[in-house]
T-cell receptor
């Protein structure tokens, strides 16, 4: 089946630094990818919709200047957490659906555990 | 966006059949119903998808009544490894529609020996 790969799977960074997370669709093209954040024992919260070749669409309450999204190609979207702080520590997950005419399921990456110290 | 409602948690025992029902009263004509499984510290994993009636694959069955306002995920003969969070999502993700994928609370299923 289709695969979405995230990198890195885990990252620890110092407060004030920036961290980039990559999301790749390995065997399909995706015009749209989604980024989520998940805190312990909570459901996935949609942060933003990443659109290839255009600006991302952010959900209410998500700071676009803090969470920079770049969707440079049909197989790659990146999320950069800028000036990270301990409260940004969370599990970040991306998803993508293949560009098909018919309905298809969404595929999710394995997630990135970010710890800001 | 069609909102979904599921039980917060369920308990069962190994070898039993587990049925998890999801309500989606305002499902749209083009929406499909998709169920995902998630283990701690992992991304959601696709289980099954359907539009109407019944769908069956190697791991589960999905029952959808004619009005499509609800759906039931059926897991036959569960094992301890089926302990996870199960989420039902409703949307149209094909044809370049880019419908948002919104998760509800999901159902935390606990399987006991």
């Amino acid at each position: 089946g289709a695969v979405v790969s995230q990198h890195p799977s885990r990252v620890i960074c110092k407060s004030g630094t920036s961290v980039k997370i990559e999301c790749r669709s390995l065997d399909f093209q995706a015009t749209t990818m989604f980024w989520y954040r998940q805190f312990p024992k909570q459901s996935l919260m949609l942060m933003a919709t990443s659109n290839e070749g255009s600006k991302a669409t952010y959900e209410q309450g998500v700071e676009k200047d803090k969470f920079l999204i770049n969707h440079a190609s049909l197989t790659l979207s990146t999320l950069t957490v800028t000036s990270a702080h301990p409260e940004d520590s969370s599990f970040y997950i991306c998803s993508a659906s293949p560009n098909r005419e018919t309905n298809t399921e969404a595929f999710f990456g394995q997630g990135t555990r970010l710890t800001v110290v | 966006l069609a909102k979904t409602t599921q039980p917060i948690s369920m308990d069962s025992y190994e070898g039993q059949e587990v049925n998890i029902t999801c309500s989606h009263n305002n499902i749209a004509t083009n929406d499909y119903i998709t169920w995902y499984q998630q283990f701690p510290s992992q991304g959601p994993r696709f289980i099954i998808q359907g539009y109407k009636t019944k769908v069956t694959n190697e791991v589960a069955s999905l029952f959808i009544p004619a009005d499509r306002k609800s759906s039931t995920l059926s897991l036959p003969r569960v094992s301890l490894s089926d302990t996870a969070v199960y989420s039902c999502l409703v949307g149209d993700w094909g044809g370049g529609s880019a419908s948002k994928i919104i998760f509800g609370s999901g159902t935390r299923l606990s399987i006991r020996p």
